[in-house]
């Protein structure tokens, strides 16, 4: 059987969208699979009116389910003539088991009544029937409003439910609406109600002007908009973000040439390009230089009436957000960069300086500099309009003060990246004044407690994590970060980053290892990732279990070592040479195991003998040392 469920709504922002179609199938399936009902797969789909799910192959029924339950215990459950009591009576009536079915099972709590249970599994109809409410009512939306007697809380007014399992419909409701099997089309070019099954579905809403497929939405938008840029000479400026938020605004997008002023092209294409991406959600055009053109791509929710028209006036708004733009960096330009300095950035400073010293970096002059101008453009007329623009208006505006390309560079990047995914600093001073930056944010701020994070202190530590690793920053990070608590947080973002790539086993047990130095720690993964560690581990584990467990001194003393097998494993671990050379290091600890085999063949460690059981556990305590230089094997057996 298959399922076709639709919410329709009034237009859902763009985030909403996206939040939702992420969010609901991975919550259905995991509620399918609770409630005992297999599937094949489940897709999501989202436009501005309607949320879409499809679940393929799902099963007409629950699954059977055979299941004890354990009661109160034997001495409350039955009487002394071994009767069931009003106690085991009332437990077995309230789960509906009859009492010939009901025994005693001893187990960990002692003796107490059980009965073996079979649930049927009940029709999928019924299942979705109470699911599907629950699914749709849980998608975490950021902001959620209320508009009927039930008071029930969604994104945006829920409009029309359709529900189809096969030719069957699923009844529920949600803030009075009631489920059904009518949709409509495109709010506009076709708004009327019609009854659709199964195999009617998706040609009706591709007849009605619904592309109900964000990709197919994308790439429609991406194909026509080159086409509009190609036609005056110039180049799209490919925005894959813009693209995103734009496709989940729109259910039949129609992309339309729109053109400004050529004279606005004077101020820096910076605050162009950010008022036509951030506020009117407009595509830029290049030319071959990837000079600004004065032209953009706008995407219509629909094929209008009069194209020019509307282009005309989408230039009009486009022209009032210019001319602020062009006031604010005029007024702007009547100072220096430096003039906006409102109070001296000493402590950005104190740690640009220190990151500096650890990193030998001689540039000092300039990074000095960079620090004390890279937060003035925040006290500027155009960043107060275009928040978005700091950092790039303080380089714009630094090099036409004459700052130093390395300053002016700097500045423009010690924000970067200001997301997942964002590039980092390409300028070593650019990514010393970015760490300093999220230095002196960590560590003068409150770190949040729970998903709130105002001061966006998750991602300045996700993003130093990052610049260190790219650059191959060799720091410490306890020695930079003298908070426990600030460096616990900045660690754990840390793990998160290699956990993005590296299984958690490898990144656990070589955590311990690198001793707050990120760029070790990466090495240690790669090169036990490289490595086949499951042929050794249980044998090093086997070692640390052993050293571990005593507590007394262990000295290496080689005097007290006679048998051949202890001479062996001395001799093999004196040859392993402790080294940044991980590859080699892991190489040369492999030729330990069929030693340390043989070892642990032909040796008793735990001996009465004082001496010899501290030499034994000594010469493990050298393996166990230089085991650990690279890993904590113990931590690689599951």
């Avoid at 044998?539 to 005097?559: E, H, W």
């Amino acid at each position: 059987m298959n399922l076709i469920v639709e919410i329709g709504c009034e237009e859902l922002p763009a985030s909403a969208v996206q939040v939702a179609t992420e969010f609901l199938p991975k919550q259905l399936g995991e509620d399918l699979q609770s409630a005992r009902l297999n599937f094949e797969a489940i897709e999501s789909f989202g436009t501005p009116r309607r949320l879409l799910l499809l679940v393929l192959n799902l099963s007409a029924a629950q699954q059977d389910l055979d299941s004890e339950v354990l009661g109160p215990k034997v001495e409350i459950a039955f009487d002394s003539a071994g009767q069931l009591t009003q106690a085991g009576l009332g437990f077995l009536k309230a789960r509906n088991i009859d009492p010939k079915n009901a025994y005693q099972k001893t187990g960990d709590k002692g003796a107490v009544l059980a009965a073996k249970v079979h649930e049927k599994g009940r029709p999928a109809l019924a299942v979705l029937s109470e699911l599907l409410p629950k699914v749709i009512l849980q998608i975490p939306f950021q902001k959620t409003m209320r508009w009927e007697k039930s008071k029930t809380r969604f994104a945006r007014p829920i409009r029309w439910l359709l529900a189809l399992l096969d030719k069957h419909i699923v009844p529920f409701e949600i803030a009075g609406i009631q489920s059904s099997n009518k949709t409509c089309g495109h709010r506009f070019m076709s708004p009327d109600f019609h009854t659709v099954t199964q195999e009617t579905y998706f040609d009706f809403l591709a007849k009605n002007h619904v592309i109900f497929d964000r990709e197919k939405r994308k790439a429609f938008i991406l194909e026509q908009a080159h086409k509009l840029a190609q036609s005056v000479g110039g180049h799209l400026n490919e925005d894959p973000d813009l693209l995103n938020t734009v496709a989940n605004l729109v259910e039949y997008p129609w992309p339309i040439l729109g053109d400004f002023d050529a004279e606005y092209l004077k101020i820096p294409q910076e605050i162009l390009i950010c008022e036509m991406r951030e506020h009117q959600k407009y595509f830029s055009i290049f030319d071959s230089q990837k000079n600004l053109m004065p032209y953009f791509v706008i995407v219509a929710g629909s094929k209008p009436v009069a194209e020019k028209q509307l282009a005309a006036g989408n230039a009009r708004v486009l022209k009032a957000r210019f001319a602020d733009g062009a006031f604010y960096y005029h007024e702007d330009l009547k100072k220096n960069l430096a003039d906006f300095v409102s109070e001296s950035p000493e402590k950005l400073a104190a740690w640009a300086h220190k990151l500096a010293r650890a990193l030998d970096f001689k540039d000092t002059k300039n990074l000095e500099r960079a620090a004390y101008l890279c937060k003035a453009d925040l006290n500027t007329g155009v960043v107060g309009q275009f928040p978005e623009l700091q950092g790039v208006i303080g380089s714009v505006y630094a090099q036409k003060g004459h700052e130093s390309p390395e300053v002016v560079q700097a500045i423009r990047e010690h924000y970067w990246p200001k997301f997942s995914g964002d590039k980092t600093p390409s300028s070593t001073l650019g990514a010393i004044l970015s760490l300093a930056d999220r230095l002196n944010t960590l560590t003068t701020r409150k770190l949040p407690k729970g998903s709130a994070d105002p001061y966006g202190l998750r991602r300045a530590a996700i993003g130093l994590a990052r610049i260190i690793l790219e650059h191959d920053f060799r720091l410490n990070l306890k020695e930079l970060i003298a908070d426990d608590e600030i460096l616990d947080f900045v660690m754990m973002r840390a793990k998160g980053v290699f956990l993005e790539s590296h299984p958690v086993l490898v990144v656990d047990a070589t955590q311990s290892a690198a001793s707050f130095d990120l760029c070790a720690w990466q090495a240690r993964i790669q090169a036990l990732e490289a490595f086949d560690y499951a042929a050794v581990s249980a044998v090093f584990k086997r070692v640390s279990n052993i050293v571990l467990k005593d507590s007394g001194i262990k000295t290496l003393a080689p005097n007290n070592l006679r048998e051949p097998s202890e001479t062996a494993l001395l001799n093999q671990i004196n040859a392993v040479q402790v080294t940044d050379d991980y590859p080699k290091m892991l190489r040369q600890l492999a030729a330990l195991k069929p030693v340390l085999d043989q070892f642990f063949e032909d040796i008793m460690v735990m001996v009465e003998d004082l001496e010899l059981r501290q030499a034994r556990l000594g010469l493990l305590g050298e393996v166990q040392r230089k085991a650990s230089y690279i890993a904590d094997f113990s931590k690689l057996t599951q």
